[in-house]
Every structure is written in structure tokens, then in C-alpha cells.
């Protein structure tokens, strides 16, 4: 049997009953939203520690080392100092200008001691004399396995750069009476570990550089050579 709402008659007037609906409860709603952000909240933080921990566990057991890039060789394949004036001893004492034209070959070294690869991005090398830039080298990124060593080259060309007044008094100076030029060689190598197919970030091994060549026997005289470490 079902019930039905009972209707009242007044006056010969029937009334129906009005049915209102149970109060919505906001209060409960926003308790149960707050609930689930925090269940997510405190997913997300389980799952970051989980992975910080995981990489953690890695970098203990693989103890990676930092990437070892030397300058091994220098070699001059061209040196080519042309003073605009008439001759070098006008040149030595006046404040002409000059024009330098010049090849360096050089050999750099890549050792990785590490359990994992490294990949190498795109190098450049910025050859200047007292601060003047010359000529730049460009080296091509490359992969290297663990446990090996690679040889890489870049030849620097300098095609004609004029230096204007003192400088290139001085380079005159030093090329006609010293038989030597010093050049400064500069450079960032950016480096990225690869570890079960993950990459780490790039960090940077800056290079530099001293050289000093010989403009008459075309050789390279000395060098030195200094590494600023990494940076992330």
C-alpha cells in the first residue's frame, strides 16, 4: 500500500502539502574537496620522495665524477702579420695598424672515468690577443661510453683581423723583435651525465688557455692551461 500526502480541505478548498527539500550541505562538500587535495597533496609528496630517493640510491652507488676536457696539442698551421705601413721598424714606432691572419689546430682530450656516458654539447673557442677577439673554433657535441677517452679537434682560423694603434703596435713588437706572440684561448664545455636513459642537467667545465707562439718557425712555444670546474 502506498501512502500519498494527505490533503486537507478548508471551506470546500482542497490544499496540497508543500514538500521542501533536505538543506544542501555546503560545509560537508568543501570538507570532502579539502579531503581529497590533501590525499593528492600528499601523493605527489610520496612520489617525489620516492624518486629523490631513487636518484640518490644511483648517484651513491655510480659516485659520477666530473668530465676531464683538456687541451692536448696545440699546432700553428699559419701565422701572417702584415703591417699597413712601409716596413716593420716604422710600424714598431708609430701607431699604424696592422692586420693578422693565422691557423691554430688544437687537440683536445675528453677522459670520462664515470660508470655511465657523457654527451657533450656544441663547444666554442674564442682565441684573443690582450683582450681583442681573433677567431673562434667550434668542436661538435658528441656521446662518449664510460671508461673511455676521446680526441677532439677544432682548427681556429683567423682571416685578416685588423688591430688598430697600440695593439697592434705591440703585436708588431712582439712578433718582430720577441719572435713571440701570446694568444689567450677561451671556452665553456657543457657537459650532461646520461644515467639509465635519464639526463642529468648540464654543468660546465670552463677552459683557458695561454699560448705562445712563434711567428717565424710557426710552432707553438708554450702553453698553460687552466680549469675553472663545474658549473650547474
Known amino acids: 500500500m502506498t501512502s500519498r500526502p494527505t490533503q486537507n480541505t478548508?471551506?470546500?478548498?482542497?490544499?496540497?502539502?508543500?514538500?521542501?527539500?533536505?538543506?544542501?550541505?555546503?560545509?560537508?562538500?568543501?570538507?570532502?574537496?579539502?579531503g581529497c587535495c590533501c590525499c593528492l597533496f600528499l601523493l605527489f609528496s610520496f612520489l617525489l620522495l620516492l624518486i629523490l630517493a631513487v636518484i640518490l640510491v644511483i648517484v651513491l652507488a655510480l659516485k659520477p665524477k666530473k668530465p676531464q676536457f683538456d687541451l692536448q696539442q696545440v699546432g700553428v698551421q699559419y701565422v701572417g702579420i702584415t703591417p699597413n705601413s712601409a716596413n716593420v721598424a716604422a710600424a714598431v714606432s708609430s701607431d699604424s695598424s696592422a692586420s693578422v691572419s693565422l691557423n691554430i689546430r688544437m687537440v683536445f682530450t675528453a677522459a670520462n672515468d664515470n660508470k655511465v656516458g657523457i654527451k657533450y654539447d656544441e663547444s666554442r673557442f674564442t682565441v684573443m690577443y690582450r683582450g681583442i677577439p681573433l677567431g673562434r673554433g667550434i668542436v661538435p657535441g658528441f656521446y662518449q661510453p664510460a671508461h673511455s677517452v676521446r680526441r677532439v679537434e677544432t682548427t681556429i682560423v683567423v682571416d685578416r683581423v685588423n688591430l688598430l694603434q697600440a695593439d697592434a703596435t705591440d703585436l708588431i713588437h712582439d712578433a718582430a723583435l720577441n719572435d713571440r706572440v701570446e694568444l689567450r684561448v677561451l671556452g665553456d664545455v657543457g657537459a650532461k651525465i646520461r644515467i639509465l636513459g635519464l639526463t642529468s642537467p648540464g654543468v660546465q667545465v670552463s677552459v683557458d688557455c695561454t699560448i705562445g707562439i712563434s711567428p717565424t718557425k710557426q710552432s707553438v712555444t708554450y702553453k698553460q692551461c687552466g680549469f675553472d670546474g663545474l658549473r650547474v
Open 10 to 34: 478548508v471551506n470546500g478548498t482542497t490544499h496540497h502539502p508543500h514538500y521542501y527539500p533536505p538543506p544542501y550541505s555546503s560545509s560537508s562538500s568543501k570538507a570532502s574537496f579539502k
